[in-house]
């Protein structure tokens, strides 16, 4: 069974000395991995997540956390036993009984690199010795479909079905359900009140969640770590604000939206001057709800937003599915100083349960340090493995590789117990609702 503890020792990009705040991290890393074995046994992770990071030299911050995560297929091969034994270890703290898994994905048919990640997914849990099938939600699909992926590999969709309380395919209703699907779209009426365990609940779908509420967790959380190992919370802390209702295309809203900017960008020039950095702020304005990278903007100045023309309204006015956006998430940028081959990039963590099992990263040619780049024209770079699972060796130099990757780790994992925090908070409120 992992330990808390372990992270994985992967190359990253960035090979300059280490910085202030990682050698900080990794001064205090016995407090630190305590706290956080403390922090998952009081609230347990989700069973998976992914979290953006950006590591700006004076600040490291999550930008986004996916509690659906679809990138399995770009994690470094070398990495597969980590995910098989933490995968292993979440299944059996959340559902001790489960010999079989049902992962219900996004409905996708063409999009091959999603389903390369659910067949990465799939083969994850089977070396991990549960059996597998895939449930659709496709409303047309009568009869299981086979699809050939550029892999080489044929990955099997098979219609859902609900035979009273649990859902399954054949004759397979096993007692865990993965979902690999952010319910954007809404919450599927065949999984309301299911007896089987749902990863993660219909609660954090994209139906119900917001992205401000899952940074206010963050921030107390933050709050917290901060004390612990004495450093200002900024630094690991992108300042977060809601704005809304919004409405892009007829222009409502813009007024609140652009004060909200200018509250955020004097909020970030306050601290640079604090902390000396000689940086222009900048702010990411984004749809509070949903993912792929749709209904954001990075901008400089409050007047971007009022200056918008129709296309680009139009481009911010909806999501993933074509669902309105109404709640807009005024956020701090943090610049990324991360390159790849002269490409900007961004870490992406991936963990399972509480543990961290790797990552990748986003880059893209066409992007500069302050953009987004989760956009048409990026690709991902595995970051390569570098030896067994360990924590990071104090008989290496403080700025090898390992070592940075640390930092991100108890980043990502800082993210990771905000998104706990948000799931027992959720179950809570599920249940005085119900009650």
Not at 107 to 128: G, P, S
Not at 269 to 295: E, L, W
Request: with cysteine.
């Amino acid at each position: 069974m992992l330990s808390t503890n372990q992270v994985p020792h992967l190359q990253t990009a960035l090979t300059g000395p280490l910085l202030k705040l990682e050698k900080h991290l990794l001064a205090h890393r016995t407090e630190i991995e305590s706290w956080f074995r403390k922090q998952f046994m009081t609230t347990p992770a989700p069973f998976y997540a992914s979290v953006d990071l950006r590591n700006a030299g004076y600040k490291l911050a999550p930008v986004d956390t996916n509690l659906f995560p679809a990138g399995f297929n770009n994690l470094h091969p070398d990495l597969k036993s980590l995910a098989v034994h933490a995968a292993q270890t979440a299944v059996t703290q959340i559902c001790p009984v489960a010999d079989g898994i049902l992962i219900i994905p996004e409905n996708h048919t063409r999009n091959f690199f999603y389903l390369e990640n659910v067949f990465a997914l799939k083969t994850i849990l089977e070396n991990a010795g549960y059996e597998v099938q895939i449930g659709s939600l496709l409303p047309d699909l009568t009869e299981p479909m086979d699809i050939e992926l550029p892999s080489g590999n044929t990955l099997i969709l098979k219609p859902i079905k609900r035979e009273e309380n649990k859902v399954g395919v054949d004759d397979f209703f096993p007692c865990a359900v993965l979902l690999n699907n952010d319910l954007s779209g809404g919450r599927p009426e065949i999984l309301e009140n299911i007896d089987q365990t749902l990863l993660p609940p219909l609660d954090l779908g994209w139906a119900d969640r917001y992205k401000t509420q899952h940074f206010k967790h963050y921030a107390e959380v933050t709050t917290t770590f901060a004390e612990l190992i004495n450093i200002d919370p900024w630094l690991i802390t992108p300042t977060s604000l809601q704005c809304g209702p919004i409405n892009f295309k007829d222009r409502t809203g813009l007024e609140n939206l652009a004060e909200a900017v200018n509250r955020v960008l004097d909020n970030t020039q306050q601290y640079y001057n604090t902390h000396d950095i000689d940086c222009r702020p900048f702010v990411i304005v984004k749809s509070d709800s949903g993912t792929y990278g749709m209904a954001i903007m990075s901008v400089h100045t409050a007047e971007d937003v009022l200056n918008l023309n129709r296309k680009q309204r139009n481009k911010m006015a909806s999501v993933k599915e074509g669902l309105q956006v109404e709640q807009m998430l005024v956020q701090e940028g943090v610049y990324t100083f991360e390159t790849i081959e002269e490409a900007v990039a961004e870490p992406v963590v991936y963990m399972i349960g509480s543990h961290v099992i790797g990552g990748f990263y986003r880059v893209h040619t066409g992007k500069t340090a302050t953009d987004n780049l989760n956009s048409p024209g990026m690709h991902f770079e595995p970051l390569s493995f570098e030896g067994s699972c360990v924590v990071p060796d104090e008989n290496q130099s403080p700025d090898a590789s390992p070592n940075r990757f640390y930092a991100y780790g108890v980043v990502a994992r800082l993210a990771l117990l905000a998104a706990a925090r948000e799931m027992a908070e959720a179950k809570s409120n599920s249940a005085e609702a119900s009650a």
